[in-house]
């Protein structure tokens, strides 16, 4: 396997040839590419971008070229473990397993009723796994601790669409981008994060000069680096720039006065908070000059067309969803919004964290329906054919929030399904007390950081061994078939799921199974039915058309069989007092709005705009710990390392973590380039080499988050804070307060 060719984008093993393709997608990131799997003899060899797939017309991320390494990879667990007396994990029989779980379950059921079970998903599985997730948590444990790693990935997206437009759904998609004059990247790193939407960009720019680039990141990024217009803000300031945009934008009449009034409703409301937003006071708290702010609002004014990306220098930073807000009002006030290169693309991050969102897996309820409308949950329990009394209806409790009910001894069962907590939730050492401490089931491929504290690990099948469907980041499902059986031991997700409900014995209220399906596609007919009517409306997909066609965008219906390339085209919006996704929050408190509240403001079909009042983050350097701490991404490796940092080729170019400082703060530091230096924040430390160059600005670091599930590595995660947005609770993982100590050598 050390000799590799790449052909065009294909991309097989040397010396080999393929028996056959089989159609499938990508795994690694929410841009959702069409991929080919090469097979031969069972075994995967190989993998190719599909030429005529829309989305990425045949090209490959670098990682993606060799996501199928780890399937091969010979420390996979193929047999399901128990923790044993001893405190260690040993072999059992899936019957064992499945027994211990079902067992464990039902006593905390019966002592603590659905508030002391928990599952904690993924954005990486599939619809259908997600679905069944939704289905046995509500309507079977009837607990309403449904959460996933989404909450620290995109639960922001969700809450500042529902909060404008009424309900989740990004209203552009990728087509959006090759047709804008201008496209505004706001803490979006895109040129290591999206790769192939990022060419798609770029290759335009190249050709004919558009689409104009505007970056908003406090480093110099590759994707800064392509800029006409490069924001590098002071961190956690960008509710300051966007105020004074907006205001800007209002005053000097650069605004869609028809749109405005016919398609939305509390300009005013906004007006009299933005209006304290001058240009020279964004300037004093964001370090930019007054030139650039002024020229960002001239350029975001005028502009006739714009697409603005946000990604996670603004969900997991402080204001997260209101600086969310203030882009969609931007959006709404010049009316660049349901039209070809216009609107807010507020990304997903993971191949299909937007899927679990709309079926409901998620804390949302299934179909973009509202927990607060009481005939949305009785339309929910006639297609379950449950009693809605038997639907937990509850406030959605994220992740954080779910530690703390571990450490007070409620939640006792906690089911962790395609996630790596233990290296990926912030504060490290809160995080890993709080697990100890119930029941814990982990469904992982790998051992790792999280099956440390695991009572039962599950071996999945992983991607190319199952089957079903998955949403990126512009509503797009993609179909990815089997293309070769998994290993000898080892369970899809799917399977397990619909085994353990079985073993549950969940029924309806007939007495009958309540998951009746057996396959993943017998899943997504019956998910295609309760989509109906609503938002995400899939009735028009099938698995076939889905592969036929490579993918489909929602809603796809009969009447609209070719999906939608966007929402909202006739500027009437999902905020009917029967039809929004919920009554939306109170923007200081988080208070869940009332449905008198909610009918006082009467959008009724229009776009709300929202209140943008800036908070800055909370914890600020000072004395002790003077330095910004930032994490986030690299290009070579998939968040916790445990597919890349199975990837000799992925490795090599990125085996540890180091911390970029700028070059006049090391000198003053007198830390040379390649030194180790102790970073110390109030939570923890972490001791790694020091990249010296020009790419932070002065008084900030950035450390990789994607270490620490491997022996003696150095994981970021142990600095950062548990501190969450109000209201999509989302925590501020980009910015905490730190220190730099030399330690020489
Ligand atoms: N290579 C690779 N690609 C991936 C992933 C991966 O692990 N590896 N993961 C996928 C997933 S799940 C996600 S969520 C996405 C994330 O994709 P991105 O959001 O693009 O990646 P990050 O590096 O987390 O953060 C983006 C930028 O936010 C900036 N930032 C920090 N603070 C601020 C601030 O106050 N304001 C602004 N405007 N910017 C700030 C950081 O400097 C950073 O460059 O990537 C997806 N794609
Ligand atoms: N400091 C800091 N922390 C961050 C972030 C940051 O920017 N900074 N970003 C956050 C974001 S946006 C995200 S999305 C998270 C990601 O964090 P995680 O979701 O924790 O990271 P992954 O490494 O993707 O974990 C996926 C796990 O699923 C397993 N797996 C792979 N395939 C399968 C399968 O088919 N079935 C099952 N059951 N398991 C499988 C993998 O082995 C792995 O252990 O990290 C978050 N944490
Ligand atoms: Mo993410």
Redesign the pocket.
């Known amino acids: 396997m050390d000799h590799r060719k790449v052909l065009h984008e294909q991309f097989v093993a040397d010396n080999e040839t393929v028996d056959k393709w089989i159609h499938s997608t990508c795994n690694?990131?929410?841009v959702g590419c069409g991929t080919d799997i090469a097979v031969k003899d069972n075994k995967i060899i190989g993998i190719g971008g599909i030429d005529e797939h829309p989305i990425n017309k045949g090209r490959l991320d670098p990682?993606a070229k060799y996501q199928w390494i780890p399937n091969n990879s010979k420390d996979r667990l193929l047999t399901p473990m128990i923790r044993n007396d001893q405190g260690d994990l040993e072999p059992a029989s899936w019957e064992e397993a499945m027994d211990l779980i079902v067992r464990k379950a039902k006593e905390v059921l019966k002592d603590k009723g659905g508030d002391g079970v928990a599952i904690y998903s993924t954005?990486q599985g599939f619809l259908e796994d997600y679905y069944t997730i939704g289905k046995i948590g509500r309507a079977g444990m009837e607990t309403h601790l449904l959460d996933a790693n989404t909450r620290l990935?995109?639960a922001t997206t969700e809450w500042c669409l529902i909060e404008s437009f009424g309900s989740d759904g990004v209203p552009t998609s990728f087509d959006d981008v090759d047709e804008a004059d201008t496209i505004m990247l706001?803490?979006?790193?895109?040129a290591?994060?999206?790769t192939v939407l990022w060419d798609r960009i770029l290759r335009r720019k190249k050709a004919t000069g558009k689409p104009y680039l505007i970056v908003?990141?406090?480093?110099r990024?590759p994707t800064a680096k392509e800029a006409d217009l490069h924001l590098d803000?002071n961190?956690?300031?960008?509710l300051a720039l966007l105020n004074a945009i907006q205001n800007k934008i209002v005053n000097n009449e650069w605004i869609d006065h028809d749109f405005i009034n016919n398609h939305t409703i509390q300009l005013d409301e906004l007006k009299q908070e933005i209006n304290k937003w001058t240009i020279a006071k964004a300037s004093q708290i964001t370090g930019l000059s007054e030139e650039k702010i002024t020229l960002a609002a001239e350029k975001l004014g005028k502009t006739e067309s714009l697409v603005t990306t946000t990604?996670?220098?603004?969900y997991?930073?402080s204001d997260a969803t209101t600086t969310c807000l203030a882009i969609n009002n931007i959006h709404l006030m010049r009316g660049l919004i349901g039209k070809p290169g216009c609107g807010p693309l507020h990304?997903a991050?993971?191949p299909s964290?937007s899927g679990n969102r709309t079926v409901g897996g998620v804390g949302t309820y299934p179909g973009n329906r509202n927990p607060n409308n009481p005939k949305h949950i009785q339309d929910i329990a006639a297609l379950w054919n449950v009693k809605e009394e038997d639907l937990e209806i509850g406030p959605n409790k994220g992740i954080i929030k779910q530690l703390e009910l571990m450490e007070k001894g409620q939640i006792q069962f906690f089911w962790n399904i395609h996630t790596n907590p233990l290296v990926s939730l912030p504060n490290q050492e809160r995080a890993r007390k709080a697990l100890e401490k119930p029941f814990v089931v982990v469904q992982d491929p790998f051992l790792t950081e999280t099956t440390e504290v695991a009572d039962v690990v599950l071996p999945p099948a992983m991607w190319g061994e199952k089957e079903g469907t998955m949403e990126n980041a512009d509503r797009t499902i993609n179909v990815l078939r089997k293309a070769i059986e998994p290993p000898n031991g080892v369970k899809t997700d799917f399977e397990i799921l619909v085994e353990f409900a079985r073993r549950m014995e969940f029924k309806d209220r007939d007495g009958n199974p309540l998951i009746a399906y057996s396959t993943p596609e017998e899943a997504f007919e019956e998910w295609k039915k309760v989509s109906a009517g609503r938002p995400c409306d899939m009735t028009g997909m099938t698995y076939d058309r889905l592969e036929k066609e490579n993918g489909l965008r929602w809603p796809c219906t009969a009447d609209n069989p070719e999906g939608k390339t966007r929402l909202y085209e006739n500027h009437f919006f999902n905020t009917e007092v029967d039809y929004c996704q919920n009554y939306g929050k109170d923007p200081y408190t988080s208070r869940p709005l009332s449905r008198e509240e909610f009918e006082e403001m009467n959008p009724n079909g229009r776009a709300v705009f929202k209140v943008t009042r800036f908070g800055g983050p909370t914890e600020q350097p000072r004395a002790d710990y003077p330095f910004w701490l930032?994490t986030?991404?690299?290009?070579?490796?998939?968040?916790t390392r445990t597919k890349t940092g199975r990837m000799p080729e992925m490795e090599k170019e990125a085996p540890e973590a180091f911390v970029e400082i700028n070059a006049d703060d090391a000198r003053n530091l007198a830390i040379k380039d390649g030194e180790k230096v102790r970073i110390v924040s109030p939570r923890g430390n972490v001791e790694v080499p020091a990249k010296v160059g020009n790419i932070m600005n002065k008084g900030e670091v950035?450390v990789p988050f994607?270490y620490g599930n491997f022996d003696g590595e150095a994981n970021a995660n142990e600095m950062t804070m548990d501190e969450v947005d109000p209201l999509s609770h989302q925590p501020v993982l980009?910015?905490a307060s730190c220190r730099l100590e030399k330690i020489g050598k």
């Open positions: 690694l990131c929410s990682k954005g990935c995109t706001f803490g979006h790193n895109m290591e994060t999206g908003v990141d406090p480093r990024t803000l961190p956690g300031t960008n990604l996670q220098g603004v997991q930073a990304m991050g993971q964290s930032n986030g991404r690299l290009i070579w490796h998939w968040h950035f994607h980009k910015h």
